[in-house]
């Protein structure tokens, strides 16, 4: 009696360890660019609600969330603001082959909080006599600060405003200076404009694909989640009508790329 009593405290004590770890490894775990966290976290609720899988989402510009994946982070899917990056990591032998895709294309858009001002082209920015603070994400680090640089330098006024412009860490954090108004306008997407302000709002100009370097937004499968099968459905939805549709009417982003 005494002999099965031990192995039923055994037993108890076990099953619970063993259930934690089971519950652990249906964890999804994301690395996305800052700019997508909104739109991925609806996507994710959804996906949530209809297979019952948990996902963690972690958040930041796309040069960290490299730097965190090449030095061993262990997330399974990396959603990133270009393309480049993924390729990178394909070079280095972190990624599924073949699972690379363009998620989304992203727009870039100028933005001011002055409600007095509409902004519809680029003459707004070429006047910038009037303009003590430009804010854009750090352009080593994400890709929207890269295409920020970009719209400076072809309209041919980088040189006059570089000491105006104040960088973020990520696009976020440069949405924060202009909602804040530490800067009086900032380079931001406009997925995060749809996200916080109502349609009326008319304080931004989408700035034409032809200033900037495309902003395509991929997907990749990283080694971690190789053998998830939660990741692959979740890549999957990642690619059906439902979830374009909410990020092309919800956040602004399209799916053929503008030249």
Same mark, same amino acid.
């Given at each position: 009696m005494k002999k099965y009593f031990i192995i039923l405290l055994a037993y108890l004590f076990m099953?619970?360890?063993?259930s934690y770890a089971r519950n652990t490894d249906q964890i999804l775990k994301l690395a996305v660019a800052s700019n997508f966290r909104t739109a991925v976290t609806e996507i994710a609720n959804i996906f949530t609600s209809k297979t019952g899988n948990e996902i963690n989402i972690s958040s930041a510009s796309t040069g960290k969330l490299y730097a965190q994946i090449i030095n061993g982070a262990p997330f399974d899917i990396f959603l990133s603001a270009d393309e480049l990056t993924?390729?990178?990591l394909e070079k280095n032998k972190l990624t599924v082959d073949g699972s690379r895709f363009t998620y989304a294309y992203g727009?870039?858009?100028?933005? %001011?909080?002055? %409600?007095?001002?509409?902004?519809? %082209?680029?003459?707004y920015l070429v006047n910038f006599e009037k303009i003590n603070k430009i804010a854009i994400a750090n352009p080593k680090l994400a890709p929207y600060g890269a295409a920020a640089l970009d719209v400076l330098k072809n309209l041919a006024i980088y040189d006059t405003v570089v000491s105006k412009l104040v960088y973020g860490e990520n696009i976020s954090q440069a949405f924060q200076?202009?909602?804040s108004r530490s800067a009086e306008i900032g380079f931001v997407s406009l997925s995060q404009v749809k996200s916080f302000y109502p349609n009326t709002?008319? @304080?931004y100009? +989408?700035?034409?694909?032809?200033?900037?370097?495309? +902003?395509?937004?991929?997907?990749?499968l990283l080694l971690h989640g190789k053998d998830s099968r939660i990741a692959h459905e979740f890549l999957s939805? &990642?690619? %059906?009508? &439902?979830?374009?549709?909410?990020?092309?009417?919800?956040? @602004?982003?399209?799916?053929?790329?503008?030249d």
């Open positions: 099953a619970p360890c063993a993924p390729i990178k727009r870039l858009v100028l933005l %001011s909080l002055d %409600s007095k001002t509409s902004i519809n %082209s680029e003459q200076y202009v909602a709002f008319d @304080g100009w +989408i700035i034409p694909n032809d200033l900037h370097r495309p +902003i395509n937004q991929q997907a990749v939805f &990642m690619k %059906s009508t &439902m979830v374009k549709k909410i990020l092309r009417e919800k956040y @602004g982003y399209y799916f053929e790329r503008e």
